[in-house]
Every structure is written in C-alpha cells, then in structure tokens.
C-alpha cells in the first residue's frame, strides 16, 4: 500500500484520474482497490461512481487503457447496458467523439467485448452508433469503420426521424468523407428521404463544416445526379434553398453553373425563391450580394413571397449596413424601396426597425434618408410606424440615435399604434430598456405612465412584466403608488401582470416588491380576482423560471398554509386550477414542484378539457414558448400515471392528441417521443379515433401539413402510409370521408397537392360520404373550390373532373354545408385564458 501512497499522492482527485495512474504504474492493489469503489456490493456491475468513470474513460480519446480495463474485468454485458445522462452506451459515445488517431482501435475493442449486437442498440430517437458516428466533429474515420466492418445495412437504417447515417453525414462530414461513401454505397441512398423529407443533399446545403463552407455540396454537385437538387423537402424547399440561406457566393456560382439561374426563382417555402433566404443567410449577406452583381436583372430583389416581403425587405430585418449600401448603389431611385410595403404592409425601414442582428442597419437607413423624415412614420397595417417597432426590440443606443434623427418633439413619439399602444407602452414591454423609457416619460411627463391601451393597460402593467425592479420602482415613484392599484379591462393590476416578470435580482423582483407595498391600507389588492375569477396564485404559474417559488411564498396572502391546498382551492370561472394554467403554458418546472399533486389537482374545464388536452392546447392570451419535448413526453407519462384518463374527449368529442394546436414542427418531436416509449405509444394508439369515427389523421389534415407529420404518425399507429391516408370516417353522416375531403373542407392547399399528388385509391375527388358529399362539395360548401382547382391544376388533375363534380345549383343557392356542426377542423375546444 506505500507503493499506492506514492502512485496516488499527488495525483488529481478524480478516480478516473487515480485509476488510470495506477493502470499506468502497473500498480495491481491499487487498481483493485479503486475498481471495488466503482462497483456495486455484488461486484458485477458499476454503481453511480463507476459509471462516471466509465464514461470519462470513453470521452479521453487519447488513451484507451481505463477503457479497456473495465471491460476486461467487468465484461461486456455489463458494460454495454450503462447509459449516461443522455442515454447514450459507451458505443453512441466513443461513435460520437473519438477522434481519428485511435478511432479503429476504440471500435474493435469494443467490438470484441460487446460483439457486433452492440453497433445496432439505439438510444433515444432509435440512433444507432453509426448515427452518431456520422455527427462525429472529430472526423468521419468511425463512420466508415463501421461500414467496413458492418455492412451497408448499418448506415442505411433509419431513426425515429427518418434519417440514415448517409444523411447525418452529408450534414456533419466532409467532401472526403462523401467521397468515400459514395465509392461503398449504392447510388439510391443519395436520393432516400429523411426527415422533413430530405434528402442527403438537401443536408449538405446546411454543412459548413471543411477547409470551405460548402465543400460538401459542391462535391455532391459534381458527383450526384443534379435532379436531386431540384427535389422539395416537406417544407417545398429544394437542396438551391437551403444553400443560400446557410452557404457563401462560391456555392451559388457552382449552383448557377450547374443548375442554370432559373434554379434560384423556384418558389420554395412560402413561395419564397433562393433570393430571399439569401437574405436571411446568418453568414452575411455574400450569397445576397453575388445575386445582386451576377444575375442580370434586379427583379429577383423585387419578387414578393406569400407574405408580400421582398429580399430587401427581409435584408433589412436581417442583414447588416452594408448590405443595405449595396442595394442602394444597385436599386435604381425609381423603384422606391425604401417605401415599398410587403407583408403587414411593412416597409424595408418598419422591418429595419425590428432588426436585432445590427443596429448598425437602422443607423445607415436613418442617415440615408435623413431628408425624408416622413417615411419613419409611415404605418403599416396594424398601425405601427418604425418607432413603435423599435421601441418594442431596439437597445437605448438605438433608441437615442432614433431621437436625434426624430427629435422627441415629434409627434409620432406619442400616437398610438397598434392595439392603442404608444411608444412608451412599446419601450415598457421591451425587457432590454434601461434608460431611454425614463428619457421619453421626462419629456411627455408622468400621465404617459398612466394612459391606456385598447386593453386599458397602462405603461406601468407593461414593466411590472418585462422590467428590472430598479426601473420599475423609478417609474412608480414618477407615476405615484396608486398606480400599481390600476385595472386593466381583464381586471388585471400590475401585480397580475408581475406574476409573469422573470427577472429576479438578490432574490428581489417586481412581484414580491409590490405584494410588500400593498400590504396594510391596499392588502385587498393581494387576493383580488380578475374578471375569469383568477387570482395571482393561477398567474405564478405561468412564469417558468421563479412560479413555484411565487406560488409557495404568496400562498399565505391567500389564506393557505400548504400550497398544495392552495392548488387543489384556487378554481376559476372556467373551472381550471393553477396545475392546469401550468399544463396549458408548458411550465415543467412548476408542473414538477414538490407540492403538485396530480391525483389531488386533476381537473375538468368547464368544456371538458383534462389536464392531457391542456399539455395539447395552446393558449391565445399568453404567448407560446418553445418547450422541450422531451419534458413535454415525461409530463404526459406522469399525469396518466397520475390518473387522467387520455381517452376522455371533451365537449366537441376531441380526445388530448385532437386537440393538438402547438406547431407542427413541435408536434412532429412528440409524437416521435410517444412512439418510442412503449407505454404511451400502446395509449395513444387508443385515440386513433373519436366516438363520431374521426380519426386523427383527419383532424390534422385540416390543420397541420400531412406530408410533414405522416412518417411519425405512421409510426404512432403501426400503419404503412397507403393505410394511413385512406382512413375513412367510420360513422355518422361523415362516415366514408377521407383526409382528402377535410383538406378540401380547410382549403389546406399543401395537404391537397399532396394527397391528390399520391394518386390514392380512397383519395379520390369523387369518393362519397354516406350522404351523398364529394370532396369537391366539402370545398364548395366552405368556399375553397378555387383553392382546390389550383391545388389540383399543379398536381395535374384535368379541371373537367372537378367541375363535373360541382353540382351547380347548390353552388347557386348557397346552401348550409351539411358538415357544419360536426367538430372537424381547428374547433376552439379551450375558453378564453385571458
């Protein structure tokens, strides 16, 4: 043991540290020492520490000896049944980093302790060691051990997304590494679909990895078919697309050279063409620029998306000033672009005034038309000039340089705008103000605080949300203490408000600073309810980052000991407790506190929502945050765990999964997740339909994209995607309807060009509902027969069949569509939160 003292005294704390110096000083009573530490009391597998030190020994990519001491001594079947925070094994680890030098050695090691099994065993997403193997940053020698020692099957397989290791690849690895895939694989993994139905080149188009950004699809391009490139994913975005949002000028000239320039005017996403998301390219505007100087005409800056925008106008959101030097040295006077409305009718200065990216944007736009103060105060659709939509993102920097273009005496610095909103409610909601709201109330006075919105909010409602406390207490002392007393049309006071303020500083914030200067001749103001019956308890569950905290520490203001009775108490007009506001808002973090009961706080809205439709719901009084699906599955789990019954279907006979109405892209994650964990997938395949023989296939073809969604769902429902997309309505009088017909019903034309574009023998136009109803009749009866004809014209439908199946006398009398009072599509199931 003194030859140990002298391996370990001054070595670092950490037992993987320890250990591997005893390997090294071949010091055997040492290292049996630290292994018996490592594991558990019977000896066979690793406890808590072990397991730390098997993945330390994973990640040191330099050295393999602690690595391969473990699995000597413990064995593979031990070893490959570890997983770590991530629930990854040490194969998806040592495939993810190991770098190029030992890559070859780490996986053969592995190999033989763990046998060929272990390259096939998936983590999360159903990701294989070659999934990870293609991600792998420190070069792509793992990758193509693996197909050397596997097979082609083993990079062909795909996850829960869709993806192959060949499409992981094309987005993480180089030109070489392509090069010698395409040498070992068959010529039909280039063109297979992943997820949002891409391709491996479309992948490509997002890699910036090698010694040039774009080396990999510049290969593909000299490599690959070119129709490849012209294929749309899910979203209508051809591989051109993608490129000139994440690639450099050098790519576009090999795209024009090998494509031709036609390629770059395809309407993609949004009927946007390669030109606009050019403009977005969060590289700089190269790729911008090389369309501006090497495509003859400027037209292409001037097409208009789905949404009305330009390239300049989507430039000026998001590029710098320099870009907006080259359109005016490029743009003749005559077109007037600076004046141009797009989309909201917003001009390129209204989406300047909302760039983040560089201040430096607006700054140029003001110098350059200095001479023209009036454009800065031109509205757009909602009412808005450029001022109010600085003043809600822009900096005081900013702001100031706003002012001295636009001095404060201008009028526009206190006109109302969209929803009654004046510049100083804007800078109030601005959560990144520090000085210039103080600047502007000293110079229109205190009232500002104080005037309303259409809302009746006040400047003062807008900071108790958004501001730091130290603002916040200075505004107060301006406007005067009864100001934080003052109602919104919601019966909202600021404290209300301040239930959703996440700033808090030395465990000081707006909220509890408030709750203090109410107490005494105002503490009724602590329990007051607003008009849906809500108190501030239900509201501190909205904030993610302090509302358990909130809820805990202002329970007692409420006449409540134990929050957890607070909880099971507080029910509001719509019958919805706090827990269910915290499910309708994805706030994990309250849904987890330690007093959450979910058998003692399940409950039923007034419309017959559980607390499973409100994790489904959004709310359109709060804005929706991005959430995680992951914590989005595991609060699904708890609460059927818990008791809620996922089959009970609420008033308009939707079940949770109907009722479904948070993005697509969100959507697509969690039903991913629900298919991958074998308990909720065996519940959620029960609400494949409702009790009136809807299916939610139905449902979502109404709402949500089908193509984007049907490889999840096909995965949730154990269907081949023929079966999924002939589902009729099994009763009632919509009983035979397809998802063709409810597409036709919403006028989703996406869902149209794709559904009639598969040629599917139920997806007929003139397939029948018992009673007697095409799919053109649900059109008519809705008033989407021209977006079916041109849905149907682009996927080469002849426009006789359609019109034969117009029954022209119902179109003239505009009779009631007989599927109006069946609950199909996109029924509000949720009352009003606010």
């Known amino acids: 043991m003194a030859e140990l003292r002298l391996v370990l005294e001054y070595c670092p704390v950490s037992d993987y540290e320890r250990l591997k110096r005893a390997i090294e000083s071949s010091v055997q009573a040492g290292q049996e020492e630290i292994l018996r530490a490592l594991v558990s009391n019977d000896g066979r597998n690793l406890n808590d520490f072990g397991v730390d030190v098997l993945f330390e020994a994973v990640e040191d990519i330099s050295d393999l000896s602690v690595l391969k001491f473990l699995l000597r001594r413990l064995g593979g079947e031990a070893i490959g049944q570890v997983r770590n925070e991530l629930n990854l094994n040490v194969v998806h680890l040592a495939a993810l980093i190991q770098d190029r030098e030992l890559a070859a050695e780490t996986m053969q090691t592995l190999r033989n302790a763990l046998g060929d099994g272990c390259f096939s065993v998936v983590s999360g997403l159903n990701s294989t060691a070659a999934h990870f193997a293609a991600k792998n940053s420190n070069g792509h020698e793992v990758l193509i051990w693996i197909l050397d020692n596997l097979g082609q099957q083993a990079l062909t397989v795909k996850d829960s997304l869709g993806d192959t290791a060949v499409h992981l690849a094309a987005e993480f690895q180089t030109d070489e590494c392509m090069r010698l895939l395409k040498a070992k694989l068959p010529q039909r993994v ?43 994913d899910a979203e209508n975005n051809t591989a051109v697309h993608l490129a000139a949002r994440h690639q450099g000028f050098e790519c576009m000239q090999m795209l024009q050279d090998r494509l031709g320039a036609s390629c770059f005017l395809t309407p993609g996403y949004q009927l946007q063409t390669a030109v606009h998301m050019a403009a977005r390219n969060e590289n700089g505007y190269a790729a911008l620029e090389w369309f501006v100087t090497n495509i003859g005409s400027i037209d292409h800056l001037l097409i208009k998306d789905a949404n009305g925008d330009t390239a300049v106008h989507v430039a000026a959101e998001y590029q710098d000033d320099e870009c907006m030097q080259l359109f005016s040295t490029r743009l003749p006077p005559e077109h007037n672009v600076w004046q141009m409305e797009g989309g909201l009718k917003r001009t390129p200065v209204h989406r300047a005034a909302l760039n983040e990216k560089s201040v430096l944007t607006l700054h140029w736009i003001l110098d350059y038309l200095a001479k023209r103060p009036a454009i800065f105060q031109l509205r757009d659709a909602q009412g808005d000039t450029a001022i109010h939509l600085a003043a809600q993102v822009q900096s005081d920097e900013c702001m100031e340089l706003l002012s001295q273009h636009l001095t404060l005496e201008n009028p526009v610095w206190n006109t109302a705008g969209a929803k009654g909103r004046k510049p100083v409610h804007c800078l109030a909601a601005n959560a990144i103000q520090r000085e210039f709201l103080k600047v502007l109330v000293d110079k229109l006075g205190s009232s500002a605080l104080t005037e309303v919105d259409e809302e009746l909010l006040t400047a003062i409602h807008l900071a108790a949300s958004y501001q730091s406390l130290a603002l916040f207490q200075s505004l107060v002392s301006c406007a005067g203490k009864d100001s934080i007393t003052l109602r919104d049309k919601h019966g909202w006071t600021p404290l209300f408000m301040a239930t959703g303020n996440e700033r808090h500083e030395k465990d000081e914030s707006v909220f509890f600073w408030m709750m203090n200067q109410l107490k005494g001749s105002q503490e009724q103001e602590l329990a007051s309810k607003d008009s849906d019956g809500r108190t501030c308890l239900h509201l501190c569950a909205r904030n993610r980052a302090f509302g358990a905290q909130m809820f805990v520490q202002s329970a ?6 134990d929050p957890s009775d607070a909880v099971a108490a507080s029910v509001d007009k719509n019958d919805r407790n706090p827990l269910f506001l915290a499910c309708l808002l994805k706030n994990f973090n309250f849904f987890k506190a330690e007093f959450i009961d979910v058998k003692r706080h399940m409950c039923i809205d007034s419309v017959g929502n559980t607390l499973l439709h409100a994790l489904f719901l959004t709310s359109e009084s709060f804005p929706n945050r991005d959430f995680d699906a992951d914590e989005f599955v595991s609060a699904v789990k708890k609460l059927i765990d818990g008791g809620v019954d996922p089959k009970v279907e609420n008033n308009v006979k939707k079940n949770c999964l109907m009722s479904a109405e948070f993005s697509q892209r969100t959507l697509y994650d969690v039903l991913v997740r629900l298919s991958h964990l074998p308990e909720l997938k065996e519940a959620f395949s029960r609400l494949q339909r409702n009790s009136d023989g809807l299916h939610v296939v139905h449902v979502f073809s109404g709402r949500y994209d089908i193509r984007f969604l049907e490889a999840p769902l096909k995965q949730l429902f154990t269907l081949s995607s023929d079966k999924l997309l002939n589902i009729r309505v099994s009763s009632g009088s919509l009983s035979g309807a397809t998802c063709l017909h409810f597409a036709c019903e919403a006028g989703h034309e996406e869902n149209l060009r794709f559904l009639i574009g598969k040629g599917l023998c139920d997806a007929r136009l003139g397939c029948e509902t018992a009673s007697g109803q095409t799919c053109v009749d649900f059109a008519c009866n809705k008033g989407k027969l021209d977006v079916l004809r041109s849905a149907a014209a682009d996927a080469g439908v002849d426009l006789r069949e359609i019109l034969l199946l117009v029954d022209p006398v119902k179109k003239a009398l505009q009779l009631p569509d007989k599927t109006s009072q069946e609950p199909v599509k996109n029924q509000e199931s949720a009352v009003p939160i606010h």
């Open 190 to 232: 280039w063109q297979a679909r992943g997820a949002l139905r891409r391709t491996p080149v479309h992948r490509a188009a997002l890699n910036c990895t090698g010694e040039q950004s774009g080396d990999t699809l510049k290969w593909m391009l000299e490599n690959l078919e070119l129709e490849v490139f012209k294929k749309p």
């Open 556 to 561: 007692p203001q409420h006449q409540f000991d």
